[in-house]
Structure formats: C-alpha cells, structure tokens
C-alpha cells in the first residue's frame, strides 16, 4: 500500500490582508500539490503599542 506525503508550512503574517493572501490565494494553489499551508498572524510592536487609540511604552503606562 502507497502511502502519500505531504508538506505542511505555516507562514508568519503581520496582518489581516496579508492572512487573506495566504488562506485565500497560496493556500488552494498550494494543496494542489499536497503543501499544506496556514497563515498564522503575530502581535506587531505596532499594534501593542497603540492599544485601543491610546499611546503606550512597553511597560505598558501611557
């Protein structure tokens, strides 16, 4: 009996376009020859830093 194989790759993203690239573009493509892929998204010191519109230090006090 054959057993197939296939590869599995998770992508980092920074945000929701580039998620949607990968799940919705890379994705299909990519299975056709047995890679299997996931965006997987990271909280960017960007985004921790402006928290709900206010600016904060790392330490978190604004």
Same mark, same amino acid.
């Given at each position: 009996?054959?057993?197939?194989?296939? !590869?599995?790759?998770?992508? @980092?993203?920074?945000?929701?376009?580039?998620?949607?690239?990968? /799940?919705?573009?890379?994705?299909?493509?990519?299975?056709?020859?047995?890679?299997? !892929?996931?965006?997987?998204? @990271?909280?960017?010191?960007?985004?921790?830093?402006?928290?709900? /519109?206010?600016?904060?230090?790392?330490?978190?006090?604004?």
């Amino acid at each position: 009996m054959s057993r197939s194989s296939f !590869v599995r790759v998770n992508i @980092v993203v920074e945000g929701h376009t580039e998620e949607e690239f990968v /799940g919705g573009l890379l994705a299909p493509h990519l299975a056709g020859f047995n890679v299997y !892929v996931t965006a997987r998204r @990271v909280l960017t010191s960007r985004q921790s830093v402006f928290e709900k /519109g206010v600016s904060r230090d790392q330490d978190g006090e604004a």
